[in-house]
């Protein structure tokens, strides 16, 4: 079983930055798939960015939305058993509830069915 906890999100201003976290407490996190995704008021939850499980020092893929990329950076730390998202360049369309995932041999990054464990999400809030 993996439980996630996300923590970081606030009020922020619009050209402005944030960094999320999501502790993992289950074993093996460097064995899980990992991913970030948002559900703003009234809409449907959508993929934000993604990065592979990962041993040591091999290579980490990373998948980002159109809408994020080049402003948002994920990264994990297995020694911390931490995912991160780094926000900048913040603007009102990136208000939502951000929510971390894991999954287990991930074909499709951005698609929600393929993660196995969800977090309770942490709010951000971007104002004009």
């Known amino acids: 079983q993996v439980r996630l906890v996300e923590s970081g999100g606030g009020l922020v201003s619009a050209g402005g930055s944030l960094r999320l976290s999501c502790v993992s407490s289950?074993?093996?996190?460097?064995?899980?798939?990992m991913g970030w995704f948002r559900q703003a008021p009234g809409r449907e939850r959508e993929f934000v960015a993604a990065i592979r499980w990962s041993t040591g020092w091999t290579s980490r893929s990373t998948a980002y939305a159109d809408s994020v990329k080049g402003r948002f950076t994920i990264s994990r730390d297995n020694a911390k058993n931490t995912l991160y998202l780094q926000m900048n360049s913040l603007n009102t369309d990136d208000t939502a509830v951000y929510y971390c995932?894991?999954?287990?041999?991930?074909?499709?990054?951005?698609?929600?069915?393929?993660?196995?464990?969800w977090g309770q999400g942490t709010q951000v809030t971007v104002s004009s």
């Open positions: 995932a894991a999954g287990r041999d991930v074909q499709a990054q951005s698609h929600q069915a393929e993660y196995d464990y």
């Open positions: 289950g074993d093996r996190f460097s064995e899980y798939d």
